[in-house]
């Protein structure tokens, strides 16, 4: 007996795209940047993830084409190992293992067995080096690498911060490498050994900030791009001389330029920055710029392709946009838009199954899980974000979905001491669209912040029995109800009221959630659980123990739904019967998330204590947790959500029996995505991921897919029809194309002539005919000798001996008719001799 797998903890999505420059292949075809712990790569045409390269312990934090080639990759981890991969098969072919933590990577064609790495000192607290690591050729996957030398002391950690000169010949010494930090810029040149060091003024004038940011070589000539904190850009020139140097400024950025990067030739320079603009200066000019506007968000890393035709920007709303060379925007890659607080939580679109949660200001982004991609972005707020710090503009905080995902509830609202401005809005899901249209914008639906909400869950007769519940600190709770619209002006036959307002002894309500089968309302008032009547809105019973504010509260599912469970601030989780109205049991257990699982009794529970979170997944009819992971990951959970499978997953062991209607996915603070898996990676991998394979002849979309389905499918049949197909295939070769073949060209006829024979015996038959019919024309068409007669009789025997097994098959081919054959016979016979004569 297999004893079943472990379930690990797995990164599933959200990974930062803009952790490290990212690549374009030789080819331009395709895009690899670092994605947390993994490699990405993505196809430049179809904007599809190819690969997901794992095997890093740790965030990746450089990727290399290697120099002598390119279809292999490097990549660097603070796991402090760099691994070198044939990322066209996603296959890592050597580990080597460096020690310290690796912070950027560069690699140069001039140093065959080596790559530049950024490491700590040791022995010294934020201090850098950028050293040399020998990569040892030796036999085996996994080598050690720990021959260093050191070529620059004191650089800074952030990959943007160290450029290489140019590596042709020149007068002045050749290749070097440049390093900029704070207020100071270092050159060393390789082949003299000689260190220039530069500074600018560190006092902040007028004009702003001198601090360098970013630095990128020229190309060609021994030229040096810097970007500063003032939004300026100094052009280096005769840096090999110390006091002789001298510098030109371009300035339109009015805050920080992020990056820089030369096109192939170096006669353009692109820039960056916090204004969501890419700038092109042409032949290093003040005057000569173009600019690509609205991004979308700022500019993190610029990077270009090797033969100039495309860049592309990673910003630090996880977005990759690819651009072509004439400053037009081409294709665009989302990853999951990380906002400072996810107010809204994670919440599971019913129609899609994506994760939907806060995205850009005043957005909701729905994104897919299984392509770690956004699907699409809503404006819920629907005005203009102004990018400046200090302001109090409004948010999105709440959102609900219907059970069959047909209406949407969020709730927008501006912080304000005095007057909070709060907006109820309601959304009709339109099939034609395909989108969400607005139906309903209630005004300050409570007189302070909404807490919670929630629509009754019944899937039967949605429209007559759907019911919106809010819970406010006006210390009252809220029944909204669809009603028909009067107004003959009115563009919806429907919109949303207040039905009803209930409270508890003017408690503020913080939490409110319905039973399955939407037949009870419970909602918390601080410490008070109160349950109510959804049909009378009767107060049926009051839970208030033990002491604390309640967090979290859920009603059981199935068989458990007589329970009633929650969560306190005071570190207790309780279960009350509903049919006792009496405590079953409680734990002691500080729970931050409590999910249920909407298929099936499990309840998960994350609770946070010793800076350790924890695991627990529970029925309540049993006070036993069924499932227990200690140290769930290094960060704090703050979120969780289960997300209903496809189709229902075969587990093996009766422990994780919970996960086999649906997976749990869980947000930390730093906006990774987790979830629990027993699969690898290669076996996580979908199908269609494992057919996104990269072909060069077939280009890998949709269409492509279902072409490729069809012809393995055909490929099968063919090799299953064995040798029977293969044997009637070489029986039925056309004997006009037979006589193309062995006739001499010097005496075949005009091709005016031939083409419709040749056309002709190409041709397939609409119907198959029967070898009756076929002997019946055979004989009207032949000729009265006695040698016709006789091919006659052989060819109706070998068509009687075909039919059986090809017209099953549909692929008999048509024969030349006699009197086509004897056409063809008798022009072979002709005396072409006086030909010779000319």
């Known amino acids: 007996m297999v004893a079943p797998a472990a379930l690990r903890v797995v990164r599933c999505g959200g990974s930062t795209l803009h952790g490290a420059r990212a690549v374009f292949s030789a080819d331009s075809k395709y895009l690899l940047c670092a994605s947390g712990d993994f490699v990405k790569m993505y196809s430049v ?148 050994k000689q260190l220039n060091r530069f500074s600018v003024s560190a006092v902040k004038t007028k004009s702003g900030n001198n601090r360098f940011t970013c630095i990128a070589c020229h190309p060609t000539e021994d030229c040096i791009a810097t970007g500063h904190a003032d939004g300026k850009i100094r052009l280096w020139r005769n840096f090999h001389h110390k006091k002789e140097y001298t510098f030109s400024t371009l300035h339109w950025h009015h805050d920080t330029v992020m990056d820089l990067a030369f096109s192939m030739e170096g006669t353009n320079l692109l820039s960056g920055g916090v204004e969501s603009v890419l700038v092109l200066w042409h032949n290093e000019s003040d005057c000569e710029r173009d600019f690509l506007p609205r991004l979308g968000s700022a500019i993190e890393y610029i990077s270009m392709s090797s033969d100039g035709t495309l860049c592309c920007t990673l910003h630090t709303d996880n977005r990759i946009t690819i651009i072509n060379s004439n ?21 599971v679109d019913p129609r899609t199954k994506a994760l939907v949660l806060n995205g850009e200001p005043g957005h909701l982004q729905f994104y897919c899980l299984q392509s770690d991609q956004q699907l699409f972005s809503l404006d819920i707020v629907q005005r203009q974000y102004i990018h400046q710090a200090g302001l109090n503009q409004a948010d999105l905080v709440k959102v609900a979905f219907s059970a069959q995902g047909k209406w949407l509830a969020t709730v927008e609202e501006r912080e304000e001491v005095t007057d909070p401005e709060l907006q109820l809005k309601l959304w009709f899901y339109d099939e034609e669209t395909q989108s969400f249209k607005l139906n309903t914008r209630i005004n300050m639906p409570h007189e302070d912040h909404i807490t919670d909400m929630c629509f009754r869950d019944m899937d039967e007769l949605e429209d007559d029995s759907l019911i919106l519940v809010t819970a406010g600190r006006d210390c009252v709770f809220k029944v909204w109800v669809m009603v028909e619209d009067t107004d003959p002006e009115a563009q919806q036959s429907v919109s949303w009221s207040c039905d009803f307002v209930g409270s508890y002894h003017n408690y503020q309500a913080t939490n409110c959630c319905f039973s399955e089968d939407g037949s009870l309302l419970a909602v918390s008032f601080e410490e008070t659980v109160t349950v109510w009547d959804s049909v009378t809105w009767d107060l049926k019973c009051t839970f208030c123990h033990p002491p604390g504010k309640i967090r979290n509260i859920c009603f059981g599912r199935l ?101 086999r209607r649906s997976q749990l996915f869980f947000l930390t603070d730093t906006q990774e995505l987790m979830t629990l898996s027993t699969k690898s990676l290669e076996e996580r991998l979908t199908p269609s991921s494992k057919q996104l394979a990269v072909e060069e002849s077939l280009p890998v979309t949709p269409f492509s897919l279902l072409l490729g389905k069809h012809r393995r499918q055909q490929s099968q049949e063919d090799i299953d029809l064995g040798k ?11 004997p006009a194309v037979k006589e193309l073949l062995h006739t001499p060209a010097h005496v075949l006829p005009s091709a005016s002539f031939l083409c419709p024979i040749f056309i002709n015996s190409l041709l397939i038959s609409k119907e198959n005919k029967s070898a009756e019919e076929v002997a019946d024309e055979v004989e009207m068409e032949s000729e009265k000798t006695e040698d016709d007669s006789d091919e006659e009789r052989d060819v109706t025997e070998m068509e009687q001996e075909d039919t059986s097994p090809m017209e099953l098959l549909g692929e008999i081919t048509c024969k030349l008719s006699k009197s086509q054959e004897r056409e063809l016979r008798k022009i072979r016979k002709m005396d072409y001799s006086w030909i010779s004569a000319f």
């Open 327 to 347: 400053l037009r925007f081409s294709k665009s890659i989302q990853g999951l838009i990380k906002s400072t607080d996810v107010k809204t939580g994670l919440v």
């Open 45 to 192: 045409a179809t904007e599809e993830t190819l690969r997901l390269m794992g095997g890093h312990a740790d965030l990746v934090t450089g990727v290399q084409l290697n120099p002598h080639n390119h279809m292999q990759l490097y990549s660097s981890s603070l796991d402090g190992s760099i691994k070198l991969w044939d990322f066209m098969d996603g296959i890592p072919i050597k580990t080597f293992t460096v020690g310290s933590k690796l912070l950027a990577l560069y690699a140069l064609a001039s140093s065959e067995d080596s790559v530049f790495v950024v490491i700590p000192k040791s022995g010294e607290r934020d201090t850098f080096q950028l050293v040399s690591v020998k990569l040892t050729k030796a036999a085996g996957q996994d080598l050690e690498a720990r021959e260093l030398s050191v070529v620059l002391d004191g650089v800074d950690a952030s990959p943007k911060c160290i450029a290489f000169g140019r590596e042709v010949y020149s007068p002045f010494g050749g290749e070097y490498v440049a390093s900029v930090k704070e207020v100071n810029l270092q050159v060393y040149f390789f082949k003299q």
């Open 724 to 734: 029977l197909v293969v044997r009637n295939k070489h029986e039925q070769d056309s």
């Open 559 to 659: 068989t458990c739904s007589k329970y009633l469970i929650g969560a306190t601030d005071y570190g207790f989780l309780c279960c009350w019967n509903l049919l006792s109205c009496a405590l079953e049991w409680s734990a002691h257990l500080n729970i931050l998330v409590l999910q249920p699982d909407p298929l099936s009794e499990y309840i998960a529970a994350v609770s946070w204590l010793s800076k350790e979170s924890s695991l627990f997944v529970f029925k309540p009819n049993e006070p036993r947790p069924i499932y227990i992971q200690r140290n769930l990951c290094k960060e704090k959970i703050q979120l969780a959500a289960f997300v209903p499978r496809d189709e229902p997953e075969m587990i093996g062991s009766e422990k994780y029996l919970w996960l």
